[in-house]
């Protein structure tokens, strides 16, 4: 995944499960720049589909992001059943928005 995430901005992080996302039991979408975590999303954050969950970015999130900062993203979640998956970590980067402050 080669993915620039403009500063600014709503992306939509959309994940296929091999099973119902109702199994699913937790779940976080963590963004990290170097060490530091700077975005985790929860499960109370994402829509359900049938077998996928969603996760929208809000244009705040996306300022956090220091701008050509290589971001490394990462999912880990549980089913009800108390398995534990976890993707590979993902690459993305961060470019600038020419003006700041949210859209409104």
Same mark, same amino acid.
């Given at each position: 995944?080669?993915?620039?995430?403009?500063?600014?901005?709503?992306?939509?992080?959309?994940?296929?499960?091999?099973?119902?996302?109702?199994?699913?039991?937790?779940?976080?979408?963590?963004?990290?720049q170097g060490?530091?975590?700077?975005?985790?999303?929860?499960?109370?954050?994402?829509? !359900?589909?049938?077998?996928?969950?969603? /996760?929208? +970015?809000?244009?705040?999130?996306t300022f956090? %992001?220091? *701008? !050509?900062?290589?971001?490394?993203?990462? /999912?880990? +979640?549980?089913d009800k059943?108390?398995?534990? %998956?976890? *993707?590979?970590?993902?690459?993305?980067?961060?470019?600038?928005?020419?003006?700041?402050?949210?859209?409104?």
């Amino acid at each position: 995944m080669n993915t620039i995430i403009m500063q600014g901005t709503t992306p939509v992080f959309s994940f296929t499960l091999p099973f119902e996302s109702a199994q699913v039991e937790s779940f976080f979408l963590t963004f990290r720049q170097g060490k530091e975590t700077v975005v985790e999303k929860k499960l109370t954050d994402c829509e !359900r589909e049938e077998y996928g969950l969603s /996760v929208t +970015l809000s244009q705040e999130d996306t300022f956090l %992001f220091k *701008s !050509r900062t290589p971001i490394s993203m990462q /999912v880990r +979640l549980t089913d009800k059943a108390g398995a534990a %998956f976890a *993707s590979p970590v993902f690459s993305l980067r961060a470019e600038q928005a020419l003006k700041g402050g949210t859209i409104v």
